[in-house]
C-alpha cells in the first residue's frame, strides 16, 4: 500500500499526475466509477474537493455526483484520515472477545478519540461493521489493504508503539497479518482438489444446454441467502433478449456482509478455481462473455492473490479467447473491489455499484436477469453457488441431488463463531441439526443460536433439534453461538446498531425505523425502558416487515423479534416503569431550574412531589 504520497492535498501536481493515471488505466469509464475514486483515495489518503473534481471532470460528470457516490461508501474519505486508519471490526462476536476495551485502550495509548484523526494527522481509529473474520477476532483493517487478527492487550501495546515509531505495515509481525482458513468439517466442496478445467472439459463434452439441465436436475439453490433455484435463474437469463451490442454478463457476489459470515472469504482462498470455474460454465450455458467478481472491500487484501489465479488461468486456456480451444467461447473475470457497504449485497444494489453508482436497491421488475449489468441479461450468484455450479457440471445434478433433503440439495458452508472451542468453517449435507453443529464446534452451556447472521434467526435450547435447510431453518452461512453468560438483549441492540448505520436511506420505513429502534432500544440500554417502549419496538417490527423496498429492513428488526420472544427476561429487567418514561434523567435536567430559581423543596423534584 502507497504510504503517505502526498504531504498534502495542496501537492496538486502529484495529485493531478495520480488521478489522471487511474483515470487511464480505467479509459475514464462512467461505470468504472468506485474504482477510479477507490484507487486514487489509495494514495491521496482521502478524497479532497480537489480530487473529486478532477475525476469528476475526467469521466465528464459534475462533481456533486461524483462526491454523491463517495459518500456512500463507508471506505471513502471525504475528509482525511490517519496515515494509518485503523478500523475495528465491530461484530457482536467482536465485542464478546473485548474488541471495545481495546479499541478505547488504543485510542489512549494513541492519543486520539474515536472516529477523529490525530492532532499529527499520524492516526485514525475507528469502528466498522464484521469485517468477515469472526472466527479469529478481534480483527482490525489497517488501512483496508491489511487485517490483524486476534487482537489483545499485548498486541494493541506493541501495536501504539509501532504507530507512534511511524513503522511500515509491511514491518509488523506477519503473525498479527496472518488469517487462517480454520476449515473445521469438509466435504464436496472443501474437500475437493483444485479445479483446472475439468468441470469446464466435462460441460464442452455435454454442451450448454445438457449442462444446463444438470443444473437443473441438481436443484440447487442460491446460497446468498434467498435460495432461488439457480437452474431456474440461468434459464430465465438464457431466454432474456439481449439489447443491440450487449451480451448476457455474470457476476459473482463475494460481498459477504452479513455479521458473522466468513465462508466466501475461505472458498475464495482455497476453491478460487472452482469459483472461477463455476462462473465460466454459467458464462457458457448462458452465452456470456463478460465476467464480473464484486469483492467485498474488506476482503480486500485476496486481491493480489485472486488476481493471481486468474492470470494462471488465463495462461491455461481457462479464460480469454477460445476458451479450451473452443472456437465461439470467449470469456473472462475482472474484479470489482467494493467499498463498505452491506446493502451492496443486494444484487440490485450491487450491479448499481459496479456501474459505478451509490448501492441504491434498484426498483423490480425489471429482474437484473432481464435488465442487469448497463442494461444487459445478468446472473448474479453468490461465491459458494459457482463453486457448487462447478461441481455439477463436473459429476452431474443426480450427485449433487442425492445429497441433502428434498427441498435442500447438496452441502452447505457454515461460519460458526462466538462461544465454541473451535470456531471456523463447517459444510454439512443440509438437514444437519443445530445440536450436531454445536456439538463438532466444542460449544456448551449455549443459551442460544443465530443463524443466518443479524436478519436471520434466533433460537433458544428446545429448538436445537431443528435441521439447517430451506424446509426448516434456512441460513446464508452465519451460525453465531451465545453461552448462558451472554445477554441477549445486548446481542439484539447490536445488531440495530448495525442495521440504523447500514440503512442506505432510500426508502422511509427503513431509513426512520431502523433508526427508532435503535434509539428505544439505547434507552432500554440506558435503563429508561418502559413497558410503553416494548409497545413501540413491537409495533415498529410489524411495520417494517413489509414495507420496506429491499430486503435489509424486512429483515432488520428478526432478532429483535426472537429475542424478544424467547428471552424477554432480557428486556423485562429493562422494562421497569409500567407508564412511559422519558430517555433521560427528567429530575437532573431540572437541576440547572433549581439553581437559579434557588429552590431545592420537594415540589421542586418530580420524584419526592409523591
Ligand atoms: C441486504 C442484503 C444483503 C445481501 N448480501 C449478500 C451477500 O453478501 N452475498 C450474497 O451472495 N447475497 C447477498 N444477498 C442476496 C442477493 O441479493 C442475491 O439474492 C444473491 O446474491 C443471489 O445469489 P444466489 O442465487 O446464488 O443466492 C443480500 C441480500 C440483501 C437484501
Ligand atoms: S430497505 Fe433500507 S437498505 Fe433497502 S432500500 Fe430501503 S432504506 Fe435502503
Not at 493471481?308 to 476458451?323: F, K, P, S, Y
Not at 437541576?591 to 431545592?600: C, F, I, K, N
Request: hydrophobic share 40%.
Amino acid at each position: 500500500m502507497p504510504f503517505a504520497m502526498f504531504a498534502s492535498s495542496t501537492d496538486t501536481v502529484l495529485m493531478t499526475t495520480a488521478v489522471d493515471a487511474v483515470l487511464q488505466r480505467y479509459g475514464a469509464r462512467r461505470e468504472a466509477l468506485v474504482q477510479i475514486l477507490r484507487e486514487v483515495q489509495d494514495q491521496t489518503r482521502w478524497l479532497s474537493r480537489a480530487v473529486i473534481e478532477r475525476v469528476a471532470a475526467g469521466i465528464g460528470l459534475t462533481p456533486a455526483i461524483v462526491e454523491g457516490v463517495a459518500s456512500f461508501y463507508r471506505f471513502m474519505h471525504l475528509r482525511p484520515v490517519g496515515h494509518y486508519h485503523l478500523q475495528w471490526s465491530d461484530n457482536i462476536t467482536d465485542r464478546m472477545r473485548g474488541s471495545r476495551a481495546l479499541a478505547q485502550d488504543l485510542c489512549r495509548r494513541l492519543q486520539v478519540e474515536s472516529g477523529a484523526l490525530s492532532a499529527d494527522a499520524l492516526v485514525s481509529v475507528d469502528f466498522t461493521s464484521c469485517t468477515g473474520l469472526g472466527d479469529q477476532g478481534p480483527a482490525l483493517l489497517v488501512n483496508q489493504h491489511q487485517v490483524l487478527t486476534r487482537m489483545d492487550s499485548s498486541r494493541v501495546r506493541e501495536l501504539a508503539e509501532l504507530v507512534r515509531a511511524r513503522v511500515p505495515v509491511a514491518d509488523w509481525p506477519s503473525e498479527w497479518l496472518r488469517v487462517d482458513d480454520q476449515v473445521c468439517r469438509r466435504d464436496v466442496l472443501l474437500g475437493a482438489a483444485a479445479m483446472q478445467g475439468q468441470a469446464m472439459r466435462a460441460m464442452l463434452a455435454r454442451g450448454a444446454e445438457a449442462t444446463l439441465a444438470e443444473v437443473v436436475t441438481s436443484r440447487l439453490r442460491g446460497r446468498g441467502g434467498a435460495g432461488f433455484g439457480t437452474g431456474r435463474k440461468w434459464t430465465l437469463c438464457r431466454e432474456a433478449p439481449t439489447p443491440p451490442g450487449g451480451a448476457r454478463v455474470v457476476v459473482c457476489n463475494a460481498d459477504e456482509g452479513e455479521p458473522g459470515t466468513f465462508k466466501d472469504r475461505v472458498l475464495l482462498t482455497r476453491q478460487a478455481d472452482a469459483v472461477f470455474e463455476g462462473m465460466t460454465v454459467a458464462a457458457r450455458v448462458l452465452g456470456a462473455r463478460q465476467g464480473l467478481l464484486y469483492l467485498r472491500g474488506e476482503y480486500r487484501y485476496l486481491l493480489e492473490s485472486l488476481q493471481a489465479v486468474l492470470t494462471q488461468r488465463r495462461a491455461q486456456g481457462l479464460l480469454g479467447a477460445r476458451i479450451l480451444d473452443t472456437d465461439g467461447f470467449d470469456f473472462d473475470i475482472a474484479i470489482h473491489v467494493g467499498a463498505g457497504a452491506y446493502v451492496c449485497g443486494e444484487e440490485s444494489a450491487l450491479i448499481e455499484s459496479l456501474e459505478g453508482k451509490r448501492g441504491t436497491p434498484r426498483i423490480r421488475p425489471p429482474f437484473p436477469v432481464e435488465q442487469g449489468y448497463l442494461g444487459q441479461p445478468t446472473v448474479v450468484n453468490n461465491v459458494e453457488t459457482f463453486c457448487a455450479s462447478a461441481h455439477i457440471a463436473l459429476q452431474g445434478g443426480a450427485w449433487w441431488a442425492r445429497m441433502g433433503t428434498p427441498d435442500s440439495s447438496g452441502t452447505k458452508l457454515h461460519s460458526v463463531s462466538g462461544d465454541c472451542e473451535r470456531p471456523g468453517v463447517y459444510e454439512y449435507p443440509f438437514g444437519v441439526t443445530i445440536a450436531q453443529i454445536l456439538h463438532d464446534c466444542g460449544a456448551s452451556s449455549t443459551q442460544a443460536v443465530q443463524v443466518g447472521g443479524p436478519s436471520g434467526v434466533c433460537l433458544a435450547v428446545p429448538e436445537f433439534d431443528r435441521r439447517i435447510c430451506f424446509e426448516d431453518v434456512p441460513t446464508a452461512g452465519a451460525f453465531m453461538v451465545f453461552d448462558r453468560s451472554r445477554d441477549m438483549f445486548e446481542v439484539a441492540h447490536s445488531f440495530s446498531q448495525f442495521f440504523a448505520h447500514e440503512s442506505c436511506g432510500f426508502c422511509t420505513p427503513c431509513r426512520v425505523g431502523t433508526k427508532l429502534v435503535l434509539r428505544r432500544m439505547d434507552k432500554l440500554a440506558a435503563g429508561f425502558g418502559s413497558l410503553f417502549d416494548e409497545v413501540e419496538l413491537r409495533e415498529l417490527e410489524a411495520l417494517m416487515h413489509g414495507t420496506t423496498h429491499c430486503g435489509l429492513g424486512a429483515g432488520a428488526t428478526n432478532a429483535l423479534r426472537d429475542t424478544l420472544a424467547r428471552f424477554r427476561p432480557a428486556y423485562e429487567q429493562r422494562l421497569q416503569s409500567p407508564v412511559f418514561t422519558p430517555g433521560f434523567d427528567l429530575d437532573a435536567e431540572l437541576e440547572p431550574a433549581r439553581r437559579v430559581t434557588g429552590r431545592d423543596d420537594a415540589r421542586a423534584h418530580l420524584e419526592r412531589q409523591g
